[in-house]
């Protein structure tokens, strides 16, 4: 008779591991990391998460775990927070018109300076405390972004926002390049002008939605401060886990004006050969790696019209 007290006794049962839920949420992420290997993520980084230090140190674990995962993620960031602070620091009134910030030639200078030396240096370094991964740039570099002046309609009537750009082509060559040398490219919502020498102010969701589709990213990825979209806010807190570019067009001119850029965004993405589109609340810690890796995910998803049931990953 064996020895109870032996290490082989197992008292006719399993001892449980404390270890073995760990072990279920890697196998969970089994089909998805799969599914993802090799694919461009292209994951557009605001809202609280660029605030708060916690979220914002929980955001870079998560493009780097993507990137080990063998994902290729490219990060695109605005900084509507920082920038009204330098804004009201240089005595410069924030406006906003279509959801979209008047920019001035003063504030254009003030904005070029917090996102290209401020929000993504930060953020490269963030991401470079797990190695030497994020590399830096703007739309300005090797002319990664083009854009022309935005006139946004307010009703009815064009309106001019001042050096808001419109972008009207990109160039991928930089970030593949980067990509292909195994780096996180961390890109500033910055664009070159095509018809004179200044630089535009783009909002970055735009930016992102516009990269997604030009780098044929599987997934655009949009951060925001609130779940998703909801179903019928403000009388309901339901949110829509899933729509078509189509249903999602149909509630376009119902959106609260904060919340059209993006979701203009996933329906121009999903619209130029992204396959999935995705809203998800970057309130919430690691929500960029529940939404990937898990089978429930948060937030929304758009999907194009064509896409099989099948495809709602």
């Not at 925001?224 to 309901?236: F, K, M």
Request: charged share 20%; with cysteine; glycine share 10%.
């Amino acid at each position: 008779m064996s020895d109870p007290k032996s290490p082989g006794h197992s008292s006719g049962t399993t001892r449980k591991h404390t270890a073995l839920p760990k072990a279920q949420i890697l196998i969970e992420a089994l089909p998805w990391l799969t599914r993802h290997q090799g694919k461009t993520v292209v994951i557009k980084f605001g809202g609280n998460a660029m605030v708060d230090e916690e979220l914002k140190a929980a955001f870079a674990q998560d493009v780097v775990f993507l990137h080990h995962a063998g994902l290729r993620p490219v990060v695109v960031h605005g900084g509507g927070p920082q920038i009204s602070k330098a804004l009201d620091r240089h005595g410069i009134v924030s406006e906003f018109k279509a959801g979209l910030r008047v920019t001035t030639e003063d504030a254009m200078d003030v904005v070029r300076m917090v996102l290209a030396g401020q929000v993504q240096r930060e953020l490269v370094g963030l991401l470079n405390q797990h190695g030497p991964l994020a590399i830096g740039l703007t739309g300005e570099d090797a002319h990664t972004m083009t854009a022309t002046k935005h006139q946004p309609r307010v009703d009815g009537e064009l309106v001019d926002i001042g050096r808001v750009g419109e972008i009207t082509e990109i160039d991928t060559g930089a970030i593949e390049a980067l990509l292909a040398d195994g780096r996180i490219p961390v890109v500033s919502s910055i664009a070159r002008s095509q018809d004179d020498g200044h630089v535009y102010n783009v909002n970055a969701d735009t930016a992102a939605a516009a990269l997604a589709a030009a780098l044929d990213a599987e997934t655009l990825m949009v951060l925001t401060d609130v779940e998703g979209l909801y179903e019928d806010w403000p009388n309901s807190d339901e949110v829509i886990s899933r729509l078509t570019a189509t249903e999602l067009e149909k509630l376009l001119p119902e959106l609260a004006s904060g919340m059209v850029p993006k979701m203009e965004g996933c329906l121009h993405a999903v619209r130029n050969g992204v396959h999935t589109a995705r809203v998800i609340d970057g309130r919430v810690p690691h929500s960029i790696l529940l939404e990937i890796f898990t089978d429930e995910g948060i937030g929304t998803m758009v999907v194009p019209d064509a896409a099989p049931e099948g495809d709602a990953a």
